[in-house]
């Protein structure tokens, strides 16, 4: 069983940055992608980004692209989330997840996803 923990948010002024971190343990994740998501009240989790953890591509929602970039540290099996130039509209609930497998195309759908994270929460004062 894989273990996802996230931490890192907080309350920000739009404009400000944060960085989320996502710790993994139980299993080693060599053939695995590690997504971000997020989830404002009424609304539906929606894809942030993700990485490969083999080879470390990453891919970015439109929405994020060019303000967000997600990395990660091999040997501390952690996956971070840095985010800048934060608006209002970015405040939400972020998941981190796992799926063990993206051949071709990292999946944007929540649903194909593993193991998740319990969430963090970011608030983006205006």
């Known amino acids: 069983q894989v273990q996802l923990v996230e931490s890192g948010g907080g309350l920000v002024q739009a404009g400000g940055s944060l960085r989320l971190s996502c710790a993994a343990s139980?299993?080693?994740?060599?053939?695995?992608?590690m997504g971000w998501f997020r989830q404002a009240p009424g609304k539906e989790r929606e894809f942030v980004g993700a990485?490969?953890?083999?080879?470390?591509?990453?891919y970015y929602a439109v929405s994020v692209k060019g303000r967000f970039t997600i990395s990660r540290d091999n040997a501390k099996n952690t996956v971070y989330l840095q985010m800048n130039s934060l608006k209002p509209e970015d405040t939400a609930v972020y998941y981190c997840?796992?799926?063990?497998?993206?051949?071709?195309?990292?999946?944007?759908?929540?649903?194909?996803?593993?193991?998740w994270g319990q969430g963090t929460q970011v608030t983006v004062s205006s």
């Open positions: 997840a796992a799926i063990r497998s993206a051949t071709v195309v990292v999946p944007a759908t929540p649903s194909r996803y593993d193991y």
């Open positions: 139980g299993r080693t994740f060599s053939s695995y992608a």
């Open positions: 990485i490969r953890w083999s080879g470390g591509s990453t």
